[in-house]
């Protein structure tokens, strides 16, 4: 079974700067894809980042420009480097990986909150 764990979310002022890092159980190239999806309250859960076994990388629009996602294989982890942050990026963000046999996994989730 896949775990994925969080980390790296809090609380920070709009304009500063986090860095999310998702650590998965078992070596990255086990997925087809990976990414980072948020929820807000009140609202659907939306895709933020993915990248790709093959390295492509597709960026919401919202954050295009702020936010970058990458990954280390040696040390199996996913990050999501998040700047110029703006009250509106205030979710629970959530890591995703889908594998080649088609198992969808998700971590726990991690806060981000935002003030103006």
């Known amino acids: 079974q896949v775990q994925l764990v969080e980390s790296g979310g809090g609380l920070v002022q709009a304009g500063g700067s986090l860095r999310l890092s998702c650590a998965a159980s078992v070596i990255l190239f086990t997925f087809d894809t990976m990414g980072w999806y948020r929820q807000a309250p009140g609202k659907q859960r939306e895709l933020v980042a993915r990248?790709?076994?093959?390295?492509?990388?597709n960026y919401a629009d919202s954050v295009k420009g702020r936010f970058t996602i990458s990954r280390d294989t040696t040390k199996k982890t996913m990050y999501l480097q998040m700047n110029t942050l703006k009250p509106e990026d205030t979710s629970v963000y959530y890591c995703?990986?889908?594998?080649?046999?088609?198992?969808?996994?998700w971590g726990q989730g991690t806060q981000v909150t935002v003030s103006s």
């Open positions: 995703n990986a889908f594998s080649f046999d088609g198992r969808d996994s």
């Open positions: 990248i790709t076994r093959g390295g492509i990388t």
